[in-house]
């Protein structure tokens, strides 16, 4: 499950690493981060890519061949708390992707 664009708290990014930390250790799925974001948030996607490397790969920015990435996979979360419907879940859909989304908006 890639999750997509800028990490920010506006974003939701904060808490989507934390539901992820709380997930990995009893749940088998493997997610890839792409994009990037404030430098403190991409120091703890680090710590936890660390602290789970066969769950989590840290992809940074990707340019088009990130479409590719999006049709591989099973869903993509976006989980911003000001955007209801932007373009990453419209890109998600597009390649076929599920988008699973936060209740914003």
Known sequence: APTSGAAS?????????AALVDVFEETEMQVV??????ADLMEQTKAVEKRFPSKLFYAGRMGS???????????TLLSSRVEPCG?????AMRMGTLPVVAPTG
């Open 87 to 91: 373009l990453k879940s419209m890109e």
């Open 65 to 75: 061949e990130r479409y590719a990435l999006l049709a591989g996979c099973d869903y």
């Open 33 to 38: 981060i792409v994009g990037a974001g404030r």
């Open 9 to 17: 708290p506006g974003g939701g990014y904060d808490l989507l690493l």
